[in-house]
Nanobody, 129 residues
Framework: QVQLAESGGGSVQDGASLRLSCEVSQYTGSRLCMGWFRQIADKEREGVAFIDHYGTATYADSVQGRFAIDKDNAKNTLYLAMSVLKPEDTGKYYC???????????????????????WGQGTQVTVAA
């Protein structure tokens, strides 16, 4: 059973930067499709950034140009570098993963929540105005 553990959240000022980490355990291969979601207040969980097997990244329009997703396979860790943070970025950030069908790549675009089988516990990001 794949396990995900996020870290790196915190409280910062408008315009600051943070880097979130998601450590993957109980799996050391390269087939996992991974990404970051966030949940803001009472809204539905929304996709933020995703990365496929080839390192191709996809971002939500709201974070394009400010956030960068990266994966270090040697450390089995996924990252989300967030810059120019805004108060509207405040929320709980979740790392998520799933295995695609055999010989298939990860889903393109912003994948739906239902596609992901594995979730971390979330890390809170709070951006003060």
């Amino acid at each position: 059973q794949v396990q995900l553990a996020e870290s790196g959240g915190g409280s910062v000022q408008d315009g600051a930067s943070l880097r979130l980490s998601c450590e993957v355990s109980q799996y050391t291969g390269s087939r996992l499709c991974m990404g970051w979601f966030r949940q803001i207040a009472d809204k539905e969980r929304e996709g933020v950034a995703f990365i496929d097997h080839y390192g191709t990244a996809t971002y939500a329009d709201s974070v394009q140009g400010r956030f960068a997703i990266d994966k270090d396979n040697a450390k089995n860790t996924l990252y989300l570098a967030m810059s120019v943070l805004k108060p509207e970025d405040t929320g709980k950030y979740y790392c998520a993963a799933y295995f695609p069908p055999t010989n298939a790549n990860c889903a393109g675009g912003i994948p739906v929540v239902q596609l992901f089988d594995y979730w971390g516990q979330g890390t809170q990001v709070t951006v003060a105005a």
